[in-house]
């Protein structure tokens, strides 16, 4: 039987959502994925690994738009149409998240991995959000922009994000029910909410 821990977390843009994914990982001393898994996925598959960050959460036109760029397991130019399907992109990299938590525990932020993992006993899913206000100083700081360029980017990458995680799981993104449990960083702080989490976690598989 498998005992390993997951812990899936979605996040809003800028929540914070990575960073408590990060020190809880350290926390609880189990690995931590988050791009790293679209490295790992390219290298199990094959396919350059373009082709997974040009696709990483965006709904499945994104995906068509980065076929279309004409990435091939090869590395050469070839026309969309006679590399994968979106659906495809999905199951590959769904099949690295089975095989992450087949070996270890660890924390998988975003990539659909609550449904992925939905029927793995030690899978507890979180979503990470926080105050718009929050978000825009973050954002504006990080990527040295504007407030007002931040409060764009919030938006699109979180329709992006919600499109590609209803499409694949039929679920919708950020709703409460979706997931085990919905946390606002900003009634607790990053390092308070790590530390809610960790007592969560260890109350649910350690007792």
Same mark, same amino acid.
């Given at each position: 039987?498998?005992?390993?821990?997951?812990?899936?977390?979605?996040r809003q843009f800028?929540?914070?959502?990575?960073?408590?994914?990060?020190?809880?990982?350290?926390?609880?001393?189990?690995?931590?994925?988050?791009?790293?898994?679209?490295?790992?996925?390219?290298?199990?598959?094959?396919?350059?690994?373009?082709?997974?960050?040009?696709?990483?959460?965006?709904?499945?036109?994104?995906?068509?738009?980065?076929?279309?760029?004409?990435?091939?397991?090869?590395?050469?130019?070839?026309?969309?149409?006679?590399?994968? $399907?979106?659906?495809?992109?999905? =199951?590959?990299?769904?099949? @690295? &998240?089975?095989? #992450?938590?087949e070996k270890e525990?660890?924390?998988?932020?975003?990539?659909?991995?609550?449904?992925?993992?939905?029927?793995?006993?030690?899978?507890?899913?979180?979503?990470?959000?926080?105050?718009?206000?929050?978000?825009?100083?973050?954002?504006?700081?990080?990527?040295?922009?504007?407030?007002?360029?931040?409060?764009?980017?919030?938006?699109?990458?979180?329709?992006?994000?919600?499109?590609?995680?209803?499409?694949?799981?039929?679920?919708?993104?950020?709703?409460?029910?979706?997931?085990?449990? $919905?946390?606002?960083?900003?009634? =607790?702080?990053?390092?308070? @909410? &790590?530390?809610? #989490?960790?007592?969560?976690?260890?109350?649910?598989?350690?007792?």
């Amino acid at each position: 039987m498998n005992n390993n821990i997951i812990i899936s977390i979605g996040r809003q843009f800028g929540s914070g959502g990575g960073e408590v994914g990060k020190k809880l990982a350290n926390k609880l001393n189990i690995a931590y994925y988050d791009r790293e898994l679209l490295a790992i996925a390219a290298q199990e598959s094959g396919l350059c690994p373009e082709v997974f960050e040009k696709a990483d959460e965006r709904e499945s036109s994104g995906l068509s738009h980065a076929l279309s760029l004409g990435f091939s397991p090869l590395g050469m130019y070839i026309p969309c149409d006679d590399i994968l $399907s979106n659906e495809k992109l999905f =199951l590959l990299q769904s099949e @690295t &998240v089975r095989n #992450l938590a087949e070996k270890e525990s660890c924390v998988i932020i975003g990539r659909c991995s609550d449904y992925i993992l939905r029927n793995h006993p030690g899978c507890l899913s979180f979503f990470i959000h926080n105050t718009l206000n929050n978000r825009v100083k973050h954002i504006a700081e990080r990527e040295n922009v504007s407030e007002a360029r931040a409060k764009e980017l919030i938006a699109k990458i979180d329709k992006s994000r919600a499109a590609y995680y209803n499409y694949y799981t039929n679920k919708q993104w950020g709703v409460a029910s979706s997931y085990n449990f $919905s946390i606002d960083v900003s009634v =607790l702080g990053t390092d308070g @909410t &790590v530390a809610f #989490l960790n007592d969560l976690i260890i109350r649910k598989f350690k007792q």
